[in-house]
């Protein structure tokens, strides 16, 4: 049996899905050309990145006041929420490819996706920024 998580390991993980799914976003719904349109995803992505790893290193790295003001606080279930409303203009295609992706199921080639080697983003100090 699991042990459950704590509070904060629980808003952590929470915290990640959100910047993996806003990674992706960035990425899957980027305009093709300079006269696209940009997709609300796409958008959301730009938005709301940079607040949630903000939020993820006040949760490694800040003052044990901030950590426990984050963790008591309502941001991040308004920016979950914020994120929700972003997912009903989702592709189903789009987000069934990024759950496949992660689960490490094969695709048409018949490799499987999770043995390829990820590029792994980093921050201006250097530090990764996968979870």
Request: with cysteine; net charge positive.
């Amino acid at each position: 049996m699991e042990k459950p998580l704590s509070p904060k390991e629980q808003l952590y993980k929470i915290l990640c899905s959100y910047r993996s799914l806003l990674a992706n976003w960035r990425m899957a719904y980027a305009p093709k050309n300079p006269e696209a349109s940009l997709h609300p995803c796409f958008v959301a992505s730009l938005h709301y990145a940079d607040r949630v790893q903000y939020l993820l290193d006040i949760l490694l790295q800040g003052s044990p006041n901030e950590k426990q003001q984050l963790l008591n606080g309502k941001e991040v279930t308004v920016l979950g929420k914020a994120i929700e409303r972003c997912k009903e203009a989702e592709d189903p295609g789009i987000s069934l490819f990024y759950t496949r992706l992660k689960a490490g199921t094969t695709h048409k080639a018949g490799t499987n996706i999770i043995n390829r080697p990820l590029k792994t983003s980093y921050d201006i100090r250097g530090k990764s920024l996968c979870c």
